[in-house]
């Protein structure tokens, strides 16, 4: 991979990244990360190519040592109503609005910035090139995966914590047999479809008799 060379030379460089576009359930989290460059932080990489135990540690080491931290996130609402792309953007902003240093730089893993007053430079693949990107997706993914083992508790049945809200064949099993729960974005094609076939179905099933 070509390596990132960043212009920006400051200290106040903030990486963020984004986890839980894809999932059928859940919100979508960000998280926004500037690293202490007087506490390096060994081994980051993307959260996606790194155990779980892996991940937790890193999540631990960076929580504790970097400058500062913050998540962001939209809801399975915001995500109906303003798709998850804007979604995901607004989440962005959210995570870098709550950090308790503001940054004077932002690095943000994709190929798009959200629109802000920050300084910012889009990384394409920036969570395996740019350490605090890789620290941001770390924290993000951390923080989602915790919740949803949590909401797995309060919408038992459709294995949210072992795939996360992602739509795996256990996930649409699971839909096909419960239905759609609340936190399930009810603006995805699959589970749209399926909300429509429920209410087609209850519909038919009141229909009066005829003689």
Request: proline fraction near 7%; hydrophobic fraction near 40%; include cysteine.
């Amino acid at each position: 991979m070509t390596p990132f060379i960043c212009q920006y030379q400051g200290t106040l460089l903030a990486g963020v990244d984004e986890v839980g576009r894809g999932p059928l359930a859940g919100p979508v989290v960000t998280a926004a990360v500037i690293l202490d460059p007087e506490k390096p932080i060994p081994d980051l990489a993307d959260s996606k190519i790194l155990s779980e135990a892996r991940r937790e540690a890193l999540f631990e080491r960076i929580t504790a040592d970097a400058l500062a931290w913050a998540v962001g996130r939209c809801e399975v609402e915001e995500i109906d109503r303003l798709n998850i792309f804007h979604a995901t953007l607004l989440a962005m902003t959210r995570a870098v609005q709550a950090l308790s240093q503001a940054p004077e730089y932002v690095l943000v893993d994709g190929n798009r910035c959200p629109p802000w007053q920050w300084a910012s430079e889009a990384v394409v693949k920036g969570d395996g090139r740019v350490p605090c990107i890789s620290a941001a997706s770390i924290v993000a993914k951390v923080s989602r995966d915790r919740e949803m083992c949590v909401l797995d508790r309060l919408y038992p049945g459709y294995g949210l914590a072992q795939h996360k809200g992602y739509p795996t064949a256990q996930h649409f099993e699971a839909l096909q047999l419960h239905g759609a729960s609340p936190i399930h974005r009810s603006s995805f094609k699959p589970v749209r479809d399926l909300m429509r076939s429920s209410e087609l179905t209850a519909q038919a099933d009141i229909q009066p008799e005829l003689f």
